[in-house]
């Protein structure tokens, strides 16, 4: 299973941990591999050192001087994560070429679409019985780092290990009558999530969360599923289809 971990579930250092602790569990069932991004520290630390933020479309313009705090931020992010989970092996998307990029849209500056994944080194990692935790950074074809979406990057991921996904975030899934609790949609078909967008049932910031989904089903992954990272022992349904939003082709 390919466990992507938002920004936005892991603002708590303790709800961070209990996540972790999660994935260790869900290990004993299946291996994992972890892609995380980590918007709020990046914003952080672009902060401390007087780095301009831009958002343009939800992607980063992500100019030289942001790609190194970029960069920094989430290889921190990446050895805290790792160590949380334990028996897990921290990597950046330039690791053994993990993660390959281009240039998504020269107007973003280094941001890149993902172009390829190095799925032998994941398997190896996991035939070896360790979690790769994968940081959302890509090598670009001359070698620089380029900022890839967390989303995006997980998707791929899952793509080239024909795996399920789970995107852990600060929402229970997809609502067809938000925020009514009992309208939660257990599944939902790639058309039925189209029409849905169409309806305006799926809005503001769901829609680029069943985006990333429909992406990652675009990729083959065999299923999506959209579930909260904020409280304890959703992983475990979720991976088992018991909590979240299951989006199928």
């Given at each position: 299973?390919?466990?992507?971990?938002?920004?936005?579930?892991?603002?708590?250092?303790?709800?961070?941990?209990?996540?972790?602790?999660?994935?260790?569990?869900?290990?004993?069932?299946?291996?994992?591999?972890?892609?995380?991004?980590?918007?709020?520290?990046?914003?952080?630390?672009?902060?401390?050192?007087?780095?301009?933020?831009?958002?343009?479309?939800?992607?980063?313009?992500?100019?030289?001087?942001?790609?190194?705090?970029?960069?920094?931020?989430?290889?921190?992010?990446?050895?805290?994560?790792?160590?949380?989970?334990?028996?897990?092996?921290?990597?950046?998307?330039?690791?053994?070429?993990?993660?390959?990029?281009?240039?998504?849209?020269?107007?973003?500056?280094?941001?890149?679409?993902?172009?390829?994944?190095?799925?032998?080194?994941?398997?190896?990692?996991?035939?070896?019985?360790?979690?790769?935790?994968?940081?959302?950074?890509?090598?670009?074809?001359?070698?620089?780092?380029?900022?890839?979406n967390a989303d995006t990057a997980a998707?791929?991921?899952?793509?080239?290990?024909?795996?399920?996904?789970?995107?852990?975030?600060?929402?229970?899934?997809?609502?067809?009558?938000?925020?009514?609790?009992?309208?939660?949609?257990?599944?939902?078909?790639?058309?039925?999530?189209?029409?849905?967008?169409?309806?305006?049932?799926?809005?503001?910031?769901?829609?680029?969360?069943?985006?990333?989904?429909?992406?990652?089903?675009?990729?083959?992954?065999?299923?999506?599923?959209?579930?909260?990272?904020?409280?304890?022992?959703?992983?475990?349904?979720?991976?088992?289809?018991?909590?979240?939003?299951?989006?199928?082709?």
């Amino acid at each position: 299973m390919i466990v992507k971990y938002g920004g936005n579930a892991m603002k708590s250092l303790e709800l961070r941990r209990a996540v972790a602790a999660e994935i260790a569990g869900l290990r004993g069932t299946f291996p994992v591999v972890v892609v995380h991004g980590g918007g709020p520290m990046i914003e952080r630390e672009l902060a401390a050192r007087n780095v301009p933020s831009e958002f343009r479309g939800g992607l980063r313009v992500t100019s030289p001087a942001a790609m190194d705090v970029v960069e920094m931020a989430l290889c921190q992010l990446n050895k805290q994560l790792s160590q949380d989970i334990g028996q897990a092996v921290g990597l950046m998307g330039r690791d053994c070429e993990l993660l390959r990029a281009e240039i998504l849209d020269p107007e973003l500056g280094r941001v890149g679409r993902v172009t390829g994944v190095n799925a032998d080194l994941i398997r190896t990692l996991l035939g070896a019985g360790l979690t790769p935790v994968i940081g959302s950074v890509a090598v670009g074809p001359g070698g620089d780092a380029l900022n890839v979406n967390a989303d995006t990057a997980a998707g791929a991921v899952a793509g080239a290990l024909g795996q399920g996904i789970i995107f852990l975030t600060d929402v229970d899934g997809v609502y067809r009558d938000f925020p009514n609790p009992e309208s939660r949609a257990a599944q939902l078909t790639r058309a039925e999530v189209e029409e849905g967008i169409q309806a305006g049932w799926i809005a503001g910031g769901m829609i680029p969360k069943v985006r990333a989904a429909l992406d990652a089903l675009e990729r083959e992954a065999p299923h999506a599923t959209i579930a909260s990272g904020m409280q304890a022992g959703v992983l475990a349904a979720a991976a088992r289809g018991e909590a979240g939003t299951r989006v199928v082709p």
